[in-house]
T-cell receptor, first 112, second 113 residues
Framework: GESVGLHLPTLSVQEGDNSIINCAYS??????FIWYKQESGKGPQFIID?????DKRQGQRVTVLLNKTVKHLSLQIAATQPGDSAVYFC???????????FGKGTLLTVNP | ETGVTQSPTHLIKTRGQQVTLRCSSQ?????VSWYQQALGQGPQFIFQ???????GRGNFPPRFSGLQFPNYSSELNVNALELDDSALYLC????????????FGSGTQLSVL
């Protein structure tokens, strides 16, 4: 089955810096990748997604990079703000039943 | 806000009891999934419902069961509660054909004593 891991459980950055959160997955058949942000007491909130036919996708202040060769996914947040402080999860899917396999999450702390 | 609502927000039960959690999907979404999130972990897939039938199941025992209603609302039932069932239970809705992009509710925090 699929497993999803993260390189760092915690990340601390200064306000205004760029943040990079990494994720690794195991199944080369995975074809859909998604990042969620979870604030305390709330459910995961969609940030950005990417399919395996792409290697980069940009949103507002966020960029997702996909390297299928090494099965690695990253989320870049530009000009990180205190409101970005949360736990970030990557999740992957490779089947037809929309099951997402989540990593354990990275706690991002933004220092003013 | 995603438009996915869950009730109750918090619940305390004792071991051996049964519990029913409820979810109202986002308008227009016809698929609902349930996830269990233990403290400090990522959500784990329990099952998914589409057209009122189970459409996929994760590694959870049969005492976890669900229902989806014609209005796309859903229930998660857990029988014979165990201490390890203490977790945040998340409901997510999606639209078939719109990919695996799930929209989550805020969850029900279940504590089993």
């Amino acid at each position: 089955g699929e497993s999803v891991g993260l390189h760092l459980p915690t990340l601390s950055v200064q306000e205004g810096d760029n943040s990079i959160i990494n994720c690794a997955y195991s199944n080369s058949a995975s074809d859909y990748f998604i990042w969620y942000k979870q604030e305390s007491g709330k459910g995961p909130q969609f940030i950005i997604d990417i399919r395996s036919n792409m290697d980069k996708r940009q949103g507002q202040r966020v960029t997702v990079l996909l390297n299928k060769t090494v099965k690695h996914l990253s989320l870049q947040i530009a000009a990180t703000q205190p409101g970005d402080s949360a736990v970030y999860f990557c999740a992957v899917s490779g089947g037809s039943n929309y099951k997402l396999t989540f990593g354990k999450g990275t706690l991002l702390t933004v220092n003013p | 806000e995603t438009g996915v609502t869950q009730s109750p927000t918090h619940l305390i039960k004792t071991r051996g009891q049964q519990v029913t959690l409820r979810c109202s999907s986002q308008s227009g979404h016809n698929t609902v999934s349930w996830y269990q999130q233990a403290l400090g972990q990522g959500p784990q897939f329990i099952f998914q419902y589409y057209r009122e039938e189970e459409n996929g199941r994760g590694n959870f025992p049969p005492r976890f069961s669900g229902l989806q209603f014609p209005n796309y609302s859903s229930e998660l039932n857990v029988n014979a509660l165990e201490l390890d069932d203490s977790a945040l239970y998340l409901c997510a809705s999606s639209l078939v054909g719109a990919g695996e992009k799930l929209f989550f509710g805020s969850g029900t925090q279940l504590s089993v004593l």
